[in-house]
């Protein structure tokens, strides 16, 4: 992880590789359409005579949102380079940028980094909010996956044969080094990202590493690290309690299916939260084998799982004021002799029976299983996560998840926190005639209904598995979760652990009191 620090001085005086600076597009009410230097900046641009903006246009900048621009530093400067990232539109007249227009101006400037040692960072910052979210926008975007990588890189070896390191070293300017709330956002920005990064870790580990057992025990490992206590369900457990759900999916694979509990618990909570987390470590299909073309990403069918994981450390490292528990329900979707076929029935754990139509459609599965589990502790609302279905990609693209909920109110909060920390989503329906499609002839439900809507058909079958009473939403991050294109923003190639920083956000609203 990047090294972060906080100072007041001026970005001329301190030695580093490079300074960063906000540049944006110009209003025609405010500069005329000319590229502006964005506030904070301004030791910079005196050190170009008050030309920096000229230059920069000259060399082509234009202040859009992702476009970075390197130019040398002129004499005054002890760093030997500026680079100026932008920012997108020009804020009105009294108001500041956007929090997230800021983290991901800084991830791209970290991106564009990489191999630094250290970097000055002179983005404007109107509170300490604003210090988090470029904090955050550096941790995430120097990400970097490197662990199969012969002679991969480090922070000591910035030219390794495979690539370079990323920024080794970020300091904030504009924060306030002993100021508690400028300490206290730079700490949650790195306990969330850390974690986060985390979740991107597992999300791009081949699946012949991260099998379910192997998920299971890091789990293991980091409640212990945290303080959290990890119950850990394995097959004959699961026989024992009757999870029929999680073990016809993982009966066709050699690594066995788990059902893992992490708790997290504050002495001051009043509010429980239970997080659900699809974790499929791979998805063939099973005996509904997924088509040529569709297997390459699959290890990534775990991201739910992962994005919960994350978030439940997150509460604990922010000790925050709720009680927090995850439930993650890994299995590896294999074809086999031993594997469900289309038309089994199985016996879930809340007693239902479930006819097999699909056994691609073999999330909602682990889930209901899980989700009935999670239901037995009466939480104040659960929130389940999963990469689900194709049709929400369809709907949504590649860089939104839809939200589904048994309480509209709770679907809007859902959607307000995700759009404040800065993770495009959308509040989908239940629409309650697509539920017929999924009677069966031989079981109380199928898991497959109508083609069309399969993301709601989706949405309604897990909420059958909801304890009556108790507030529910479904996210359906099967857009979001993996990367295939070029990075962006802060948002790299692979695993992008999304739904990590909304979790996290519901868990300090439900803490303090503001989600209902």
């Given amino acids: 992880m990047t090294a972060l620090t906080l100072s007041t001085s001026a970005a001329p005086g301190l030695r580093a590789d490079a300074i960063v600076i906000g540049v944006a597009k110009g209003t025609a009410s405010r500069s005329g359409d000319h590229l502006v230097v964005a506030p904070g900046a301004e030791s910079v641009d005196k050190a170009y005579d008050g030309r920096l903006a000229d230059v920069l246009e000259t060399l082509g900048a234009s202040g859009a949102e992702g476009e970075v621009t390197k130019l040398p530093a002129p004499s005054g400067i002890k760093s030997p380079l500026v680079v100026a990232v932008g920012l997108g539109a020009e804020p009105e007249k009294d108001s500041s940028f956007d929090p997230e227009a800021l983290r991901k101006a800084a991830g791209v400037a970290a991106r564009a980094l990489v191999g630094s040692k250290k970097a000055v960072f002179v983005l404007p910052l109107g509170d300490a909010a604003d210090l988090g979210a470029v904090a955050e926008g550096v941790l995430l975007g120097a990400y970097s996956f490197t662990t199969y990588k012969e002679n991969a890189p480090s922070k000591n070896d910035a030219k390794a044969k495979n690539g370079k390191a990323p920024l080794a070293e970020a300091t904030l300017l504009g924060g306030k080094p002993r100021d508690a709330a400028y300490k206290a956002a730079l700490a949650r920005a790195t306990a969330v990202a850390e974690e986060l990064n985390r979740a991107r870790d597992l999300i791009n580990m081949p699946p012949n590493d991260l099998n379910p057992e192997a998920f299971a025990s890091i789990v293991q490992a980091a409640g212990k690290e945290h303080g959290l206590k990890v119950q850990v369900l394995d097959v004959k457990a699961l026989e024992k309690g009757g999870y029929g759900g999680i ?29 659900v987390g699809k974790g499929i470590t791979y998805d063939s299909g099973g005996i509904s084998l997924k088509p040529a073309g569709h297997n390459e990403t699959m290890k990534c069918d775990m ?27 890994l299995a590896e979707n294999m074809p086999s002799g031993s594997a469900t076929r289309p038309g089994d029935v199985l016996r879930m754990y809340s007693g239902k029976t479930v006819e097999v139509l699909n056994t691609d459609a073999e999330g909602r599965l682990v889930l209901a299983d899980a989700l009935w589990a999670a239901s037995q502790e009466k939480p104040d609302a659960i929130v389940d996560v999963a990469t689900l279905t194709g049709a929400m990609m369809l709907a949504l693209g590649s860089r939104t998840f839809g939200i589904m909920a048994n309480d509209d109110a709770f679907r809007s909060a859902v959607y307000e926190a995700a759009e404040e920390v800065g993770e495009p989503a959308w509040p989908m329906p239940l629409p309650e005639h697509l539920r017929k499609g999924m009677d069966s002839p031989t079981a109380d439900i199928a898991n497959m209904g109508e083609r069309m809507g399969g993301g709601l058909v989706a949405g309604l079958f897990l909420r059958e598995f909801v304890g009556e009473g108790i507030t529910w939403a479904h996210l359906d991050i099967a857009g979001p979760a993996f990367n295939d294109g070029g990075p962006f923003g802060y948002t790299p190639k692979g695993g992008t652990g999304s739904a990590v920083r909304t979790l996290v956000r519901l868990a300090e609203l439900t803490a303090s009191g503001d989600l209902g």
């Fill in 247 to 275: 073990l016809g999916v993982g009966a066709g694979s050699t690594s066995g299916p788990r059902l893992v509990k992490l708790s997290y618990t504050s002495s001051k909570a009043k509010k429980h939260l239970a997080l």
């Fill in 303 to 329: 991201s739910g799982a992962a994005a919960v994981f994350a978030a439940v450390v997150s509460a604990a490292r922010l000790g925050l004021e709720v009680n927090v528990t995850g439930w993650l329900a």
